[in-house]
């Protein structure tokens, strides 16, 4: 038995270096610096691989705050999955692997070492989800890791045309690339931040343990997407039409958090929705705005996670609202917290979420965009409150089940610690980081209905929050599932799948699927051909040869 707690001194260590890095991401802002730094690691005659680290503003801040939610997270786990143990000090290690596949995906501008990172969060985030070892664990561990493997395709091919151009440091030749790279790391960015058609993986990895939610969902693996768009969009063409992929994507997720029950797959769908508007803003232009409102949504969505923790830690592992109520009678700081991280999602005045969402709608509202685009950002503003309300109806109003009496010895623990200090900075990151990006600076000037519309729409979703707890079923059966089940989009890909391998057996009179003929199986079988008859022509006599050279010399002439 191991009789070191590694969870404090790894806490300690990433607490440390996210100030270190803060203090970093404040004097390059300050003096406009952007630091390269570059390392040779191989060296092959004319073949020659640096790897390269970029340090500026965006990736020392974003650094910074993943850091703070890592250290966070592995405080708060030291209670949750417990310490000195062989299986806790796995679940650690392997969290720090994650953190680690993180940083390598942040601070490097090559494309080779990107990839490291991105593979690295796709395959620690399997590890992590089938945590629990239990058949819906790996299922949902499954599902997470096939979709993810799915955009590492546009990332892989992408890899490979970049280094047709000399290089893999993608920033040093980016007047030059083509349309199409762009579309690729666009569609590599959507499964890993699970836009539609991709969204079925996220509520699902909820079988992960609860601190894994809280690291995976608010900062690390679905922002992976949006931060590698950030890196690349400056130089990407507006589209509408991925624009509307993102915008049904907050829309139809917020639809679904509006009829579930499962406390974490509500959190797990107004991720969704908020990483709908983050792609949606930079699609539009305004790409700032996108990562000031990636870091706020951060620090408020890992509280909101940790305390769902706390919930389901003191509720004999019960994660459906309907059997809570009255939360607040039991665990006041733990549901104080949770309601702070909760207005702060719904966008109320002077939290965190305030800062950065409010004046994306406003910045949006100025840009002349179209009815529709409009309509929708605001019918989105209003379900958010809505499902965010019913949720706070559901645990903190609702008379008390009486579930657990794990209630009544609740001690000011190390998880209470940790989410006392996300709060802080679920309250007061938004205004502070404003103030340093000088985002107050920009004037807007909207008409007082239009720039009081965005309140009028979160009062709206809150009256029909209210409402929808008092439905008491009013629709069928079937339609509750339907949304529950996320308009069964992963139950589709089977229908890909029937009709792929239908198609390739009439077109080839195999019985291999289009993967194993087109795949690894068909290419083999045609090098072995290829190398035999090679074979067979190299040992032949010199006339053949003779003939040969007199056909091509012909030919040439």
């Known amino acids: 038995m191991l009789f070191y ?129 239990s058949m819906n664990s790996y299922l949902a561990g499954l599902i997470t890791c096939l979709t993810n493997r799915l955009g590492d395709v546009g990332l892989l091919v992408s890899v490979g045309w970049i280094m047709s151009y000399g290089s893999w440091h993608f920033i040093y030749y980016s007047d030059l690339y083509f349309d199409t790279i762009f579309y690729l790391i666009v569609f590599s960015c959507f499964t890993k931040s699970a836009q539609v058609p991709f969204s079925c993986w996220l509520p699902a990895a909820m079988a992960a343990p609860t601190p894994v939610s809280s690291l995976v969902h608010s900062s690390t693996l679905v922002t992976a997407g949006v931060y590698l768009l950030i890196r690349f969009c400056n130089f990407f063409v507006f589209n509408y039409f991925i624009l509307f992929f993102s915008i049904f994507t907050m829309i139809f997720s917020s639809l679904c958090a509006m009829y579930e029950f499962d406390l974490k797959k509500i959190i797990a769908l107004s991720t969704l929705s908020q990483l709908g508007l983050m792609m949606s803003s930079l699609f539009i232009g305004l790409i700032d705005l996108s990562f000031f409102h990636l870091l706020t949504h951060a620090m408020f969505k890992s509280l909101l996670f940790l305390c769902s923790g706390i919930f389901i830690y003191y509720m004999n592992d019960n994660q459906d609202i309907r059997m809570m109520g009255s939360i607040t009678l039991f665990l006041p700081l733990t549901s104080s917290c949770f309601n702070i991280a909760n207005f702060a999602l719904c966008g109320v005045p002077f939290l965190s979420g305030f800062y950065s969402s409010d004046f994306f709608i406003e910045n949006m509202s100025f840009m002349g965009m179209n009815f529709t685009v409009f309509l929708l950002y605001y019918i989105s503003l209003g379900m958010t409150a809505c499902y965010s309300f019913r ?124 993967g194993e003929y087109y795949g690894g199986l068909g290419i083999s079988f045609y090098l072995m051909k290829i190398s035999s008859f090679f074979q067979l022509y190299s040992i032949s006599s010199i006339k053949l040869f003779l003939i040969s050279f007199f056909v091509w010399f012909f030919i040439m002439f």
């Open 5 to 133: 707690n590694y969870n404090y001194f790894w806490f300690f260590f990433f607490f440390f270096f996210s100030f270190f890095f803060f203090s970093l991401f404040l004097i390059f802002i300050f003096n406009d610096f952007v630091l390269m730094l570059e390392y040779k690691i191989l060296y092959i005659n004319s073949i020659s691989y640096y790897y390269l680290i970029l340090l500026d503003w965006v990736s020392l801040s974003f650094c910074s705050v993943v850091m703070f939610i890592s250290s966070m997270v592995i405080l708060y786990s030291s209670v949750y999955v417990g310490s000195m143990s062989y299986s806790s000090n796995r679940f650690l290690f392997i969290v720090i692997l994650f953190i680690f596949s993180m940083m390598f995906m942040v601070i490097s501008p090559n494309m080779v070492s990107i990839m490291l990172g991105w593979d690295g969060l796709g395959l620690v985030s399997y590890c992590l989800v089938i945590y629990y070892s």
């Open 391 to 514: 949720l706070f109806y559901y645990t903190m109003l609702f008379n008390s089940k009486f579930l657990s009496y794990n209630f009544f010895s609740v001690s000011m623990n190390l998880m209470k610690m940790s989410i006392f200090l996300l709060t802080f900075f679920a309250v007061f990151f938004g205004c502070m980081f404003m103030w340093i990006m000088n985002f107050d600076l920009v004037f807007i000037l909207l008409p007082f209905t239009l720039s009081m519309l965005s309140m009028g729409f979160v009062f709206f979703g809150f009256w029909l929050g209210i409402e929808f707890c008092k439905f008491n079923y009013f629709f069928s059966l079937n339609y509750y599932l339907f949304n529950s089940y996320m308009w069964f989009m992963f139950g589709y890909s089977f229908f890909f799948k029937k009709f792929f391998i239908k198609s390739s057996s009439m077109l080839t009179n195999h019985l291999f699927g289009w």
